[in-house]
């Protein structure tokens, strides 16, 4: 899928372990599964005998690291972290696992997500003294706990922890010990498995697999996990509130592998395709789906319409992600270059092109005009989100709300400006049931802030939408 050229852009992918010899090189193969959250940059930190010691650069996990890299990491405890700038923007200082010595001892730093309170936070601080060395809200929490009076550092960190608001699954790491946390709404999805005797958290089950580890369970919403030598402890910082899974994570983020608070990915993609065959319905020849996160969905269209599935459009795997590139016109020209209509499978055919989303709309409008060129006769687009109209203030960049194309017209108007021949978003009703998470239960909530504009938390006076930094 090509979503990052549209301007819904990834967040963070964060990984630890603790209690492997290996650490680094786990760390290494987990962040390289979770490339795709980010790619801006990468970064390890271990502990190893009663200090810690790192390795971050810009770029892939694959550039920042190299064999002799990572046999300079030795310890048995690691966090590490992949990049896409949400908020702070982009830079070596604000690449993490962010590193803190203190007297006290020091501590690494990974985040995924955004807080909503972060420069009303910051501007507390530095009015009490403290100085910042990034432009990352990451750095909030650490002054935050630095700060705390409280008797214990697990004291310290559940009283920072009360005191952001947003999305945040945190990763921290002493040489004592490796915390994990998730906010109360429980906006990013963070898992715990078992590599033999060592513990492991991943943003994503697919870290697991990639290591051979097993799935142990979700970090619950508003839980601080703490793993030592001791194993694994539990405590809450937080009341749970409504769950708030973010709903890009199955429609567009995570891997189709994955799965997402217990709910497969690729399952789900499917299921939201043959709602959508049942919303939609088309007269066409052939489905095809944008890849990667489109296949899995209009597999579940074609089997729902019985219109056959077609391989119409090829992603070229060795081009770099194009959202890197600095200007509207590289991105235009990067789409070219990532994607190709399959001309014998699409000329003379009638054709339903599955998306995930339509965020400014120019991506869509170049696939429609690319396969029309490649001789499709008709082309009916089928987008497995509800419009998004509302800007993301949880750390996903989904452009700011005057971009926002389906903010600003009726789905006529886009259908017109995308150029074809008919256009249809799933509704939200039918996403939820798709995804398998019907039912209002606290527990099983949705994030559906972008679609409804209905945020599940305060908004800070200072809070920022998820924009790329530029
Ligand atoms: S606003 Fe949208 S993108 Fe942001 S967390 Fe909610 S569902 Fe996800």
Redesign the pocket.
Known sequence: MLAEIKGLNEECGIFGIWGHEDAARLTYYGLHSLQHRGQEGAGIVVAHNGSLSGHKGLGLVTDVFQSGTLDALKGAAAIGHVRYSTAGGGGYENVQPLLFRSQTGAMALAHNGNLTNAIELKLALEGQGSIFQTTSDTEVFAHLIRRSQAPTFVEQMKEALSQIEG?FAFLLLTEKALYAALDPHG?RPLSLGRLGSAYVVASETCAFDVIGATYEREVAPGELLIISREGVRSERFASRQPRSI???EYIYFARPDSHVDGINVHTARKNLGKRLALEAPAEADIVTGVPDSSISVAIGYAEASGIPYELGLIKNRYVGRTFIQPSQALREQGVKMKLSPVRGVVAGKRVVMVDDSIVRGTTSRRIVSMLREAGAVEVHVRISAPPITHP?F?G?D?SSKEELIAANRTVEEIRRLIGADSLAFISQEGMLEAIGRPDVSPERGQ????FTGQYPTRLGQTARPCLTMK
């Open positions: 999305a906006f973010c709903s890009m993301c949880y996903i989904t994030c559906l802030a972008c």
